[in-house]
């Protein structure tokens, strides 16, 4: 009996790809490596697929929409 759960818990980590440790805390995606935050405007931002995104390849997101701790700072197209 307790291979089967064992089983079933091996199979629910490889098909949500949730890596158990203390970065991810369980989530299925971290956005702490692809958004950025722009010291200046305090905006955070990050790069996109311009097919998917009307031609931008930046999308900007509002001033406290994302909180920017954690975030790598770097300054945004605009404030350049």
Not at 33 to 58: F, L, M, Y
Not at 65 to 70: A, E, K, R, S
Request: proline letters at 4%; glycine letters at 6%.
């Amino acid at each position: 009996m307790q291979w089967i759960i064992d089983q079933s818990i091996k199979n629910e980590n490889r098909q949500g790809a949730i890596r158990q440790n203390l970065e991810t805390r369980g989530r299925k995606l971290v956005v702490d490596s692809s958004i950025r935050a722009c010291p200046k405007c305090r905006r955070t931002w990050e790069k996109v697929n311009p097919a998917k995104h009307n031609g931008q390849d930046v999308l900007f997101y509002r001033v406290g929409h994302i909180p920017t701790y954690g975030k790598k700072k770097v300054v945004c197209k605009r404030c350049k």
